[in-house]
């Protein structure tokens, strides 16, 4: 080790608090930094996990192929690996579920590795080894009701679902619906080409994801025939060597438009592949705005302290370079000080920032199951890219730091290095200062004032370290509220945490309100109503609706056919409930309750303002529908007929649209009514729009407009043609302990006769976005606590080194008589300087980054423009709080000081 190497180390050890400081704001740096990047590699490998588990791990699928084309992905040089299934077809079943009649037999290829690349998760028993064994999945009992046991023998007709000669696949539901009569119609397929087989059944499995809800058939997996490979269509699901060429592939093998075909756009979507990216550009950005503030808040400290470490030590480079030391060698002490408190701090700070998120991870990991709900632990994953990143970005955010302090100790002669020339700066102009500051302050005041101008340099190292501190904390607040807020608005939960939807025959059985009654039995439930609900569909003015709301529905095609040229269909709910909960409404809003109790003509009031996922923009946005408080919308309902049912609509010979109506027990009897004719219309009024939901209407829903009247109003309102539409009423409670209600709700009904099937523990679903909304917090608050304490440390760091600078000045000043009050008015006026110069710069800076924060957050969820008010105001206090500490804190060590000794320290 050279000589100069080791005066550095000397003088590392010599002033041993600014060297913790330094390293401590080198490992603070370092670990957040550490921390991000390990964070971001651990949530994305969670994410993978969680969808890979979900969906299946594979890019591309394509359905109904023949078994060449699995040969041609398999064979290709861009394919990684692929798996297959033959869709041995249909077997009617026994279910209790007239939508699901069937079992649907896929024979999974063992060989190729089906089972491991999709879904398949075993509760009992064991997968197929062969084409004899079958597993079947949990909800063919829980929801068909049909029981097989493991070892049961199965003997199944399985055939193909035919109609009009077109094969159905599990897309194809055996009921439609009829968007515009709203009503479910059977397909009138048939089960054909059929062969008996039998099984063994050998496992249960969960249900599977790639079942569709509204799929005819329950999924059961056997292992594939390879002998009869080539006799059956096939679903192929395949991975790719570089997942971003999935969507060429498919497009240059011509399977999107020869076959159904799927991409697994989650699985692509946390690999870093998707067809949108917005919500990935909002994460990334976030996170880069992260670092960056990281870095900028770290530069300032480390920055502050080499600075000082430069300007402390000016006079022993002058004597180096006196004695022959090179500007090359003098750069070199510094950069060497800067790698000597790195090797120190960059590590501690990396096992510091993975060991912190590491034990985070492992408090808050059970959040994570409740928000995915799949058995997949949240774990600390640290990639060696991440420990680089972080470990390079520190290392050069500290030489950053080191590089410019470094020029000015070689920019220095020895001469003016020794005497310190170049400290001050005495000009012949006379330094003016103000009258205002000596009238408050006095002579102390304009001793202060005098010396902040003639010594600019060492002011204004303090004063970049506090605009840097206020513009590092209002940043991560407005980060945290942004974050927040986004979370809140698109993961808002309802305020209800029970719902009951009473059938008809609960109806009948007593009233609304009795049975309310009842419900408020339960000693956990402390509110509730209830409402009959309907879904609304209709016509309403231009003149009414918003600009948005018309251009929005305009693209989409939403004017109705055979509406008039200046309105507009809107849909929604109706909603009708209870009157004390109605007279609530009434009573906040001071409105009159004669207007909407009128037979004749009764009000409605009209709830707007939904957030909801714009898929074209691909993020949330706040729709608003209407101008103002004034409206009326024609709503429509379709004509029943007796006996009959609406089948279908078509085209008539004449061009015409007609609607079909088909006799219950003749489907040769059918009847034609033009489509004018099908529907008729009643009138909606409204005189007032809230924008704030009640609790009994969901935010999980986002419609246009929902209309709210009193229960006693249903039949003023509604045609006596279109009330049996409105057959169940749902009833909306809140509970101190959801858990305990739902238990003890579901033993009150049964015990009173009535059924418990619809009652709805909505609170335990709530909880997920709850944990969302928690997760963040801890990470935004932990955050903000992070950059605090390098703000912190930054402002200590600074102050008291430059005061502890000053101890000659000082001492000068208590030899020629100042007083400890003098002292404590010249610091309180410096107080005051530097906190309104910092105050003065960092809080435009502090509102520009506020608002690049803004414009990154409404990459993904709509919102208005506003600054952390709070954060603002705690920064102004802190400011000054910390400041005025510090100097107490360092003047409390100068006052200590013999004046003889430090008039004779020569270590500026």
């Not at 921390?35 to 996990?49: D, E, G, H, K, P």
């Not at 049996?724 to 033993?747: G, K, M, P, V």
């Not at 603002?872 to 003047?891: D, H, N, R």
Request: proline share 3%.
């Amino acid at each position: 080790m050279n000589v100069f190497n080791k005066v550095t180390l000397e003088s590392l050890k010599k002033n041993r608090t600014r060297t913790i400081v330094t390293i401590i704001g080198i490992m603070l740096s370092a670990a957040m930094i550490c921390a991000s990047t390990t964070l971001v590699s651990s949530m994305q490998n969670f994410v993978l996990r969680c969808a890979i588990h979900i969906d299946g791990d594979w890019y591309g699928a394509v359905y109904d192929a023949a078994y060449k084309d699995y040969e041609d992905i398999r064979d290709s040089d861009r394919v990684s690996s692929a798996a297959y299934a033959q869709v041995l077809g249909y077997a009617k079943i026994d279910s209790a579920n007239e939508r699901k009649p069937y079992l649907y037999v896929l024979g999974g290829d063992v060989a190729s590795g089906y089972f491991e690349t999709m879904p398949v998760h075993l509760i009992l028993g064991t997968l197929p080894k062969d084409s004899t064994e079958i597993i079947l999945p949990e909800h063919l009992t829980s929801n068909g009701k049909v029981n097989y046991k493991l070892g049961d023998t199965v003997t199944l007709d399985v055939g193909d679902r035919t109609l009009d000669g077109r094969r159905l696949g599990q897309d194809t539901p055996v009921y439609t619906y009829d968007s515009e009569t709203q009503v479910e119609i059977m397909s009138g397929e048939r089960l054909e080409n059929t062969e008996p087989r039998t099984y063994t059944v050998v496992g249960i499995y969960e249900r599977p994801t790639f079942e569709d809800y509204s799929a005819p058939g329950y999924t059961a997996l056997t292992a594939a025939d390879t002998n009869s490979a080539d006799q059956a269509p096939i679903h192929c699901y395949f991975k790719l060597h570089k997942p971003a060429g999935v969507y060429d592939f498919m497009k240059e093998m011509g399977y999107t438009q020869e076959y159904r075909y799927a991409y697994n756009t989650k699985v692509l979507l946390y690999s870093g592949t998707a067809p949108f990216d917005s919500f990935l550009t909002a994460f990334y950005s976030l996170a880069a705005i992260i670092i960056a503030l990281i870095v900028f808040g770290s530069v300032s400290l480390i920055y502050n302290a080499f600075s000082i470490s430069v300007s402390e030590r000016t006079r022993q480079f002058g004597l180096l370079s006196s004695v022959g030391a090179t500007r090359k060698q003098l750069r070199r002490m510094v950069l060497f000080e800067a790698l000597a408190v790195s090797i120190v701090g960059i590590p501690l700070g990396i096992l510091v920032g993975i060991g912190g998120i590491g034990i985070t991870l492992l408090l808050i990991g059970d959040k994570f199951f409740s928000i995915v709900r799949v058995d997949i632990p949240m774990r600390l994953c640290v990639s060696w890219q991440a420990v680089v990143i972080a470990a390079v970005i520190a290392l050069v955010t500290v030489l950053i730091s080191a590089w410019i302090p470094s020029k000015r100790a070689t920019g220095v002669s020895a001469v003016e290095a020794i005497r310190q020339s170049m400290d001050i700066k005495v000009s012949g102009r006379p330094v003016r200062t103000s009258k205002l500051a000596y009238k408050l302050f006095g002579l102390p005041g304009v001793l202060a004032g005098k010396h902040y101008k003639r010594n600019r340099k060492k002011y204004r190292t303090t004063v970049v370290s506090l605009f840097m501190s206020i513009v590092l904390f209002v940043s991560a607040a407005a980060f945290t509220d942004y974050m927040m807020e986004s979370a809140e608005g698109g993961l808002a939960s309802d305020q209800f945490d029970l719902i009951y939807a009473a059938e008809s025959d609960a109806s009948s059985a007593m009233t609304p309100d009795a049975l309310l009654e009842l419900l408020f039995s339960e000693q956990n439930v402390t509110g509730g109503t209830y409402t009959k609900k309907q879904f609304l569909q209709g016509d309403i003015s231009r003149e009414y609706v918003t600009a948005m709301f018309a251009d929005r529905f305009s693209d989409f095609g939403m004017e109705r056919e055979g509406a008039a040229p200046k309105e507009l269909s809107i849909s929604g709910y109706l909603y009708f409930v209870a009157d004390a909960e109605f007279n609530r409404l009434l009573e906040k809003y001071d409105l009159k309750e004669a207007d909407y109790y009128d037979r004749g003509k009764p009000l409605g009031i009209a709830l707007d303002r939904n957030i909801e996922l714009d898929r074209r923009l691909e993020k949330y946005v706040t729709l608003d529908t209407l101008k103002g408080d004034g409206c009326v919308i024609e709503g429509l309902y379709y004509v029943e007929i007796n006996g009959y049912y609406r089948k279908d609509s078509r085209i008539d010979e004449n061009g015409n649209k007609v609607v079909l109506y088909q006799n219950r027990d003749n489907e040769n009897d059918i009847i034609e009514l033009p489509y004018e004719e099908s529907f008729a219309k009643y009138t909606l009024r409204s005189e007032k729009t809230i924008e704030e939901a009640p609790f009994f209407v969901s935010r999980s829903t986002p419609v246009a407009i929902n209309m709210i009247y009193p229960y006693s109003m249903l039949e003023s309102v509604i045609p006596e043609a279109a009330l049996n539409q409105f057959r169940n009423t749902e009833y909306f409670l809140t509970s101190s302990n959801h858990t305990a209600s739902f238990e003890n709700l579901a033993t009150v009904l049964t015990e009173n006769g009535l059924s418990s099937r619809q009652l709805f523990d909505y609170a335990a679903n709530a909880e997920t976005n709850r944990n969302v909304v928690t997760i963040i917090r801890v990470f935004a608050y932990g955050f903000i606590v992070l950059i605090s304490l390098i703000a912190a440390a930054n402002v200590f760091n600074t102050i008291s080194t430059n005061i502890s600078l000053r101890r000659r000045e000082f001492a000068m000043l208590k030899s020629v008589g100042m007083t400890q009050k003098g002292f404590r008015r010249m610091m309180n006026y410096e107080c005051l300087l530097y906190g309104s110069k910092a105050l003065l710069l960092g809080l435009p800076v502090s509102c520009g980054i506020t608002y690049l924060i803004y414009r990154a957050v409404t990459t993904a969820y709509e919102t208005s423009f506003h600054l952390p008010w709070a954060a603002i105001g705690i920064a102004v206090l802190s400011v000054f709080l910390v400041v005025f500490a510090t100097m107490m804190y360092a003047m409390r060590k100068v006052k200590k000081d013999n004046p003889i000794d430090a008039l004779k320290n020569e270590n500026l």
